[in-house]
């Protein structure tokens, strides 16, 4: 690592990356593998497994337990609760395993919320500002703005980027407003985040 930033890591975690940015912290037991990526003012919490391949944006928390697998990519300003699971290979096979090729890349937007002990299947992307409710459970792409609940994740409310649900759909009580596309909610233009 680059000796002119601040690196917190804690006694007894381990980190072998050399791409870890300025004011991260690493705590106990937590484990970031050679060649995982890590940006700046994130706060990798105890117990969590950051393997090679992964890549973490600036102003991540990532909370106690979790497991980021290579090809696992995370945007800025996301929030991970604790005991979240990624997964990186549909067929996970021990006797036939040659390669990493076919593992599936997983995609969290910038703002993005997710619950403790969620688990998310490989291949999916989690848009910007979504919300995933504690032991959810994800099997496929969730929109920009939506929040999902259950087994399997289900549509359960459109959120806005401060946290609050919009209600109605197009309206949040911190006064953005949104409009629906397609089923989509889109933030109007000129409102800022």
Known sequence: METDKFVFIHPKGICESETVGN???I???????????????????????????ANIGDNVTIKNGVCIWDRVTIRNDVFIGPGTIFTNDLIPRNNNRTSTENFLPTL???????????????????????FIGAGSVVTRS?????????????FYSWICYCGNQIIPETRCTCGRTYSLNKERLVLKKGELL
């Open 23 to 25: 004011g991260t912290k």
């Open 27 to 53: 705590w106990a037991f937590a484990h970031v593998m050679k060649g995982a990526s890590i940006g700046e003012n994130c706060n990798i919490c105890g117990g969590v497994f950051v393997e090679q391949g």
């Open 108 to 130: 969290v937007e910038e703002g993005a919320s997710i619950g403790a002990n969620a688990t998310i299947k490989c291949g999916v992307v989690i848009g910007k500002s979504a």
């Open 142 to 154: 969730i929109l920009d703005f939506e929040m999902v609940v259950g087994n399997p994740a289900k």
